[in-house]
């Protein structure tokens, strides 16, 4: 069973960046698509962004593009998400996830299609 341990959230001012990090165990990190959803009090988890297995292809929420960035380093296991220029409205817990299946990047905006979860950290952006 693998273990998905998030870091990075914190409170940050309207305007300013964070980067979040996911931290994978096991072998198989390499071989999975890994996504990024965030919830807000109130509201239903959302799709922010995914990565491919080799990070080829990245796949992001509109309202995310050109602010945040998907990122992963297979060597440490790890999966970011890379925040600029946030808004009070980004505020809410962030969390990571594997994909189900290996190699496949298949609806990879559906949280139901996401096998595992991190227990989520939380981002709070001031205005």
């Known amino acids: 069973q693998v273990q998905l341990v998030e870091s990075g959230g914190g409170l940050v001012q309207a305007g300013g960046s964070l980067r979040l990090s996911c931290a994978a165990s096991?072998?198989?990190?390499?071989?999975?698509?890994m996504g990024w959803f965030r919830q807000a009090p109130g509201k239903e988890r959302e799709f922010v962004a995914a990565i491919t297995w080799s990070g080829d292809t990245t796949y992001y929420a509109d309202s995310m593009k050109g602010r945040f960035t998907i990122s992963r380093d297979n060597a440490k296991n790890t999966v970011y998400l890379q925040m600029n220029s946030l808004k009070p409205e980004d505020t809410a817990v962030y969390y990571c996830?594997?994909?189900?299946?290996?190699?496949?990047?298949?609806?990879?905006?559906?949280?139901?299609?996401?096998?595992?979860w991190g227990q989520g950290t939380q981002v709070t952006v001031s205005s």
């Open positions: 096991g072998q198989t990190f390499s071989s999975y698509t």
């Open positions: 996830a594997r994909k189900a299946n290996i190699y496949s990047d298949y609806n990879v905006k559906s949280a139901s299609s996401y096998g595992s």
